[in-house]
């Protein structure tokens, strides 16, 4: 059974607050990425990866690696 929509919604928002609040404590790093994708990453973890929050660990698991570094080189060999 999957979160709620709302659930989702919650988590996404409150991903993105940290991800500002780390940025902006540690003086460096880029906020506004972190912002933007924090609605992707929160719907990709608990809509589209195979993944239970109650056992993160668990064999079969989908693992995201997401970096801005990674897609910018996708999108110059695309």
Known sequence: MSMPTQAVQA???ALGKLAVHA???AGSGHPTTSL?????VTVLMY???RWDPRTPGAAGYG?????ECSSYRSRLLD
């Open 47 to 49: 809509r589209v990866m």
């Open 36 to 40: 933007s994708l924090a609605h992707l």
């Open 11 to 13: 988590k996404a928002i």
């Open 23 to 25: 940025t902006t404590s």
């Open 63 to 67: 693992r995201p690696v997401l970096s």
